[in-house]
């Protein structure tokens, strides 16, 4: 069954409420993106995938600067 939400102007969206029964999420929970051959798919992060993005962020000293946290803030 297709489920919509609509996009507010800082790009955000509400996760509809059988969506959020269905990967038993509750508030503060992290979500993931998958994005294969034009497709996005979400799901519950694992623990897993948030040791990962923890590893590689600080590879990435280029993305932590006050102005990156300026311009990207309403994202």
Same mark, same amino acid.
């Given at each position: 069954?297709?489920?919509?939400?609509?996009?507010?102007?800082?790009?955000?969206?509400?996760?509809?409420?059988?969506?959020r029964?269905?990967?038993?999420?509750?508030?503060g &929970?992290?979500?993931?993106?998958?994005?294969?051959?034009?497709?996005?798919?979400?799901?519950?992060?694992?623990?897993?995938?948030?040791?990962?993005i923890?590893?590689?962020?600080?590879?990435?000293?280029?993305?932590?600067?006050?102005?990156?946290?300026?311009?990207?803030? &309403?994202?």
């Amino acid at each position: 069954m297709l489920q919509t939400s609509k996009l507010t102007t800082k790009y955000q969206a509400t996760v509809p409420t059988s969506v959020r029964k269905v990967l038993q999420l509750k508030a503060g &929970d992290m979500l993931g993106f998958e994005i294969n051959a034009g497709e996005v798919t979400l799901r519950r992060a694992t623990p897993i995938d948030l040791a990962f993005i923890q590893a590689l962020a600080g590879t990435l000293p280029e993305w932590a600067s006050k102005e990156d946290d300026l311009a990207f803030k &309403d994202l």
